[in-house]
């Protein structure tokens, strides 16, 4: 590129009284990147990143405070979160005083730069924010807090793990020993820690020069800043868009840290990175790049975003009406692009449009998913003109009443070919996908009670739907190494018109509409919305949750099959349905 | 079944005053602005109708804004009336206003939006379908329950909910009659003209007995033909927090059906809108 500045200007910026060093690539028309690196790095951990980035942007990086080429506070007191947040704010007014800069931030300089976003009033300086492996300590504090209130297994094992992973934290707050590690040997052992911990190669001019001081001063961020805010966690919520990168092998982030943040921040786009905490700097430069690039580019400015390109990439099948049209509205209405497929196109085209509403873009695809075929040319389709989704909800199905005596061989063959192959189509055609992409992802199958509660009135369907729950159960055991998640939906009883389509063996046309019209009216008495299995779908794909029962219903039966399997064999026998 | 009741005269006198109406709901539309609440809208449009010689109303004007238009947290009757809520920008509104002169009563809806508004853009567009779709249903003399699940059916379609299932009855219409009642003008009760209240309590009486309702809702009471005469009839679609509904009178005759008057704002911006597509 011609007349492009590539080359790195230094120079040094004041902060209430120390000297930040400061380096600027890129031409200062572009728009300004700010990098913020962690601990104990200092500004050259962003080499790779930056010389992507400053091919169309202004970057710029600083030490932050004691560390690099920058003044070392005093004391402790020196090392608050607040002045390190002013920090960030001195350094954006000195590059770009008249616009507001983009920030991207790993590890401490992720959680200062936190502190920097939710100051009130931040978005005027702060056009949009990239965090990767470290939270904001008040949110963190909420997050401590909520799990010990309510202490389920689930929230104890969370805390656990995250503990374990933050062993070295304890250790920070012991005098003496923490600096003296360093200085005694680990600066010189850093490099291979790198390589053999985090898969991160040794290069020239890598760790800095000034390692063993810069670890032994960022020892006091951790002193000075994790006691007081994880104890008493204050409200800190931001208007500012902020790109979660999660790097799923980090060994101290864990990925469950950043659940319920959309609390905090409205405007969160999620994205994951196949990395560990510093190779996603150090190896995968161009990837965050690239990321950083599709967050920066987008009209931060508008007061709903424009259809974006970037963004989670979610298929739905059987998007057309129901469940499918409220889980495809509520991933749209968090942010993704939404593909939906549905045998019936006006229907999807329809979806389509109302989830445009929310701001994203979406597409509608005409698809049988009990043709293989159609379905393996579906999902080439998508990744040829979407990518790779990240998420893949199988939830076209149809139902149908009958004993096992009554039903026909057309209609077992109907019933198994969408409501099972349906879904192992989708699994093999999109699961695949994944798997080469290497980014991880998750798949939803939709099942039903019905895969546990057996029925004499419900033979074939009950049994497709079982046969989807143990086909993911296996599933989820294969594809967990590939980091790709699959969460078996069991709604209950829903307000959807798959009563008005359902079938029943040995009824005439007449008789049939009227059974039609009888269940579909004690579906809608019952009236639990889809809306609602929608948003239980989107916590499960946010959680990774493997089985979700949803109505009371479908979560009693679950419950009373695990008491007393004998007394659900002997309810089967009611005449219902 | 009754014959239909009104000649060209009286029908001529109904157009005008439903032209009356949706001519005050456009006034308090270009005065309504960001800053202005539900009460002081109805208040405008009251003054807008009395100005215009009405002396008494069918029931008193209504306003409501933001997700109100789609009766989000709609629990009591009283939250029908106007309240202090305060119109910002982008919010959707909905006007309702039912002014009687001379006995003869119009009841409109009129929906609109200040500023930007994806949502209440394709939610207006849409709702032409049920116009037409209403007036197929009628004509091929389907009963009214039947018509209220066709519409039904066309919501569920398009994606959206039914928000005139939250009027009292969960109501899309009602039958309108020449008021000829003899009690005091302006005066109302619950909200409703006190006239208005005994034609109404004297016409339920009188269909209940032929086994028909001049309330048209899906229930059993609505599975008959339709009734000849003056249907005032009020589709309300919502999407989200956004809602919008017509309101305007369908001359049901003894083979026919039509709308009463076809130049209504939202039949012109529908036109203005096909002819610019």
Redesign the interface.
């Known amino acids: 590129m011609t007349g492009r500045r590539t080359d790195t200007r230094r120079r040094t910026v004041d902060s209430g009284g120390l000297a930040l060093a400061v380096y600027e690539q890129g031409d200062p028309a572009d728009p300004t990147v700010v990098l913020v690196h962690g601990y104990p790095d200092d500004h050259s951990v962003w080499d790779d990143v930056a010389a992507d980035l400053a091919a169309d942007h202004h970057v710029v990086r600083y030490d932050t405070r004691g560390s690099g080429a920058s003044g070392v506070p005093a004391t402790r007191e020196d090392y608050r979160l607040e002045l390190l947040g002013e920090d960030l704010f001195a350094v954006a007014d000195a590059v770009s005083p008249d616009r507001p800069v983009h920030v991207v931030a790993h590890d401490w300089g992720s959680v200062q730069s936190w502190e920097a976003v939710t100051t009130p009033g931040a978005y005027r300086r702060i056009a949009s924010y990239t965090t990767m492996s470290g939270p904001c300590l008040d949110h963190m504090g909420y997050w401590i807090r909520h799990r010990l209130r309510r202490p389920t297994p689930r929230h104890l094992s969370q805390l656990l793990r995250q503990g374990a992973h933050s062993w070295y934290i304890a250790l920070f707050q012991l005098p003496v020993l923490a600096p003296a590690a360093w200085k005694l040997g680990l600066a010189r052992l850093w490099p291979r820690v790198l390589r053999d911990l985090e898969a991160v190669r040794p290069r020239p001019g890598h760790p800095q020069a000034t390692l063993a001081e810069d670890a032994v001063h960022g020892i006091e961020l951790y002193r000075a800043n994790m006691r007081p805010r994880v104890r008493a966690p204050r409200e800190r919520h931001t208007e500012v868009p902020v790109q979660l990168i999660t790097l799923q092998r980090d060994h101290y982030v864990s990925d469950f840290l950043s659940e319920g943040l959309e609390r905090w921040v409205p405007r969160l786009t999620r994205r994951t990175l196949n990395a560990t905490h510093w190779s996603a700097l150090l190896e995968q430069g161009p990837t965050v790049a690239a990321l950083v690039r599709d967050f920066t580019a987008r009209d931060h400015g508008a007061a709903r975003q424009e259809p974006s390109t970037a963004g989670e990439l979610v298929v739905v099948t059987g998007g057309g009406s129901g469940i499918g049209r409220a889980t495809a509205l509520a991933f749209a209405d968090a942010g993704a692009r939404v593909v939906v497929c549905d045998r019936d196109l006006p229907a999807a085209q329809r979806t389509a449009e109302l989830c445009e509403l929310s701001g994203t873009k979406a597409a509608a695809y005409r698809v049988d998913v009990s043709d293989g075929a159609a379905v393996d040319a579906f999902a080439q389709q998508v990744a040829t003109e979407h990518g790779v989704p990240d998420v893949v909800v199988n939830n076209a199905g149809i139902g149908h009443s009958g004993t096992f005596l009554q039903t026909t061989e057309d209609e077992w063959r109907r019933v198994l070919d969408v409501n099972l192959w349906g879904v192992i189509h989708g699994c093999r055609a999109f699961g695949r996908l994944m798997v080469d992409r290497g980014t991880g992802g998750h798949l939803v199958n939709l099942a039903s009670a019905a895969a546990y509660l057996p029925a004499k009135q419900l033979a074939a369907y009950a049994t497709s739907k079982s046969a989807v729950f143990m086909l993911s159960d296996c599933l989820r055991a294969e594809l967990a190494p590939h980091r790709i998640g699959v969460s078996t939906i069991c709604p209950g009883i829903v307000n959807t018109n798959i009563t008005r389509t359902t079938t029943f063996s040995g009824l005439d046309d007449d008789a049939l509409a009227a059974k039609q019209a009888k269940v579909s009216k004690l579906y809608a008495r019952r009236g639990f919305p889809p809306e609602k299995v929608a948003a239980e779908i989107l916590r499960a794909v946010r959680t990774r949750k493997p089985v979700v029962p949803v109505t009371f219903e479908a979560k009693a039966a679950r419950l009373l099959g695990r008491l007393s399997p004998a007394l659900l064999r002997k309810a089967a026998r009611i005449n219902a349905g | 079944m009754p014959r239909f009741p009104y000649d060209e005269r009286d029908l001529a006198k109904f157009r005008e005053v439903q032209q009356l109406s949706y001519h005050c709901a456009e006034q308090v539309a270009a005065w309504i602005e960001p800053g202005v609440t539900e009460r002081q809208a109805t208040a405008e449009l009251r003054r807008c109708l009395v100005k215009a010689g009405v002396q008494d109303f069918f029931h008193v004007p209504f306003a409501w804004f933001g997700d109100r238009t789609a009766f989000r947290h709609f629990h009591t009757p009283l939250q029908f009336f106007a309240g202090s809520r305060v119109l910002t920008e982008?919010m959707p509104y909905v006007l309702d206003c039912a002014p009687v002169v001379d006995g003869y009563t119009a009841d409109i809806g009129y929906g609109g939006k200040v500023g930007e508004n994806?949502?209440w853009d394709?939610l207006a567009k849409d709702l032409k379908t049920y116009r037409d779709l209403i007036l197929r249903e009628v004509r091929a003399r389907k009963p009214l329950a039947e018509v209220y699940a066709a519409v039904d059916a066309q919501l569920?379609?398009?994606?959206y909910d039914n928000r005139h299932q939250v009027y009292p009855g969960r109501v899309i219409g009602h039958q309108v009659t020449r008021n000829t009642a003899r009690g005091p003008a302006g005066v109302n009760l619950f909200g409703f003209g006190v006239r208005t209240l005994q034609t109404l309590g004297r016409e339920l009486v009188k269909e209940r007995l032929e086994g028909r309702s001049p309330l048209w809702a899906g229930g059993r009471a609505s599975r008959h033909a339709p009734t000849p005469g003056l249907w005032a009839v009020e589709p309300h679609i919502g999407?989200r927090d956004v809602g919008i509904k017509f309101e305007e009178l369908l001359v049901v005759t003894d083979e026919d059906a039509y709308w009463l008057d076809d130049d209504l704002p939202h039949v012109r911006r529908w036109a203005l809108q096909e002819d610019a597509a």
């Open positions: 982008g994806a949502v394709l569920a379609a398009h994606g999407f």
